[in-house]
């Protein structure tokens, strides 16, 4: 995985518990800014840590407009997107960072 990328993501807090959809240019830093509760806000909050499901693009803007409309989905729509390719909620950390 190239560390500059963007990206847009859902972390869960566990399976169909809390959703935060978020959107990056270097995912591995900022999952583990999320799970180190370094930045104050909804995932330290809520306990939102697990990435549940990501999505590389090719631009920022690209990145930037699928997270907005991701988050004006239906929860629904969002659990099922990532029953998609994670139907078991793996933590996917580990999967980025190496």
């Not at 807090?13 to 509760?37: C, E, F, K």
Request: with cysteine; aromatic share 14%.
């Amino acid at each position: 995985m190239r560390y500059r990328q963007p990206c847009v993501y859902i972390l869960a807090s566990h399976r169909n518990g809390t959703l935060y959809t978020g959107v990056t240019s270097n995912l591995p830093a900022r999952i583990w800014q999320h799970r180190s509760d370094v930045v104050e806000g909804f995932s330290q909050r809520y306990k939102v840590h697990k990435l549940v499901w990501y999505e590389m693009h090719e631009s920022m803007e690209s990145a930037i407009r699928r997270e907005k409309a991701i988050k004006k989905w239906m929860r629904t729509w969002k659990l099922e997107l990532i029953e998609r390719t994670n139907p078991y909620w793996h933590d996917l950390y580990a999967e980025i960072c190496f």
